[in-house]
């Protein structure tokens, strides 16, 4: 009867123990500590990704960026592929062209977004999967970064009449109305892909943050389980 009561102690010592240390672990991660090293992670990827975006060529030949591209833009570029092809490599460097242009719109966006990061979101980067912070980093201003740079995309892709290009090598394909959703007489909105390239640029970023932080999350969020 004894032995039972020691094991029993010891369990339930053991199990206070694990609490313990698990609410210490939680309680850490939360602190300055925690959130100082999340923030040094997530500010070391958006650094990157505005290095890659401040070079054009760094830019085209990112690979996370090209993973980025949205399905109706790769769609109507696969058709171009078939027409023009030289027509794709020029809307690929205009949109390069255009991305350097919009760094100084989304950086002070995502880095006030990460000093406004608080102890709940900690917490949840902590519990979560590697990749988490850039998720909830995305959460926070995917939506207004891309409201934020379109204009500027769009200004900076209509001083090459790249839309009107497109239409017109587009002109009698039967595949562009069921790229656009409409008849056969569709075009490319110039807006559209103004609208399409900011997404690229911008979920482009996210890849390379999320790259960054999971590349670093050993070494920098190791102490806290990641």
Known sequence: MKKIIIAASIAIGSAAFIGTSLNSCTTI???DLGLAVIKRVLLGGINKGVN??????????????????PKEL?????TLEKIAPSLVAKEREYIAEAAVYTVGISKPILENAV???????????IQGEKGTATLILKEKTQ???????????????????????????????????????GNNNSKVNASGLSLMASEQ?????????EDHEKQNSASLLGPFGK
Not at 52 to 69: P, R, T
Not at 201 to 209: A, P, Q
């Open 52 to 69: 890659i975006y401040g070079n054009k060529e760094a830019f085209l030949q990112n690979n996370l960026v090209d993973k980025a591209l």
């Open 115 to 125: 000093n406004s990061l608080n102890a709940q979101d900690v917490t949840r980067i």
């Open 201 to 209: 640029i911008v979920n482009g970023l996210f890849n390379i943050i």
């Open 74 to 78: 790769r769609d109507i570029n696969s």
């Open 143 to 181: 939506g207004q970064l891309i409201q934020a740079i379109a204009p500027r995309v769009e200004q900076e892709l209509n001083k090459y009449s790249i839309v009107k290009t497109i239409n017109t090598a587009l002109s009698g394909s039967n595949l562009l109305g069921s790229l656009l959703g």
């Open 29 to 31: 991660a939360t602190s």
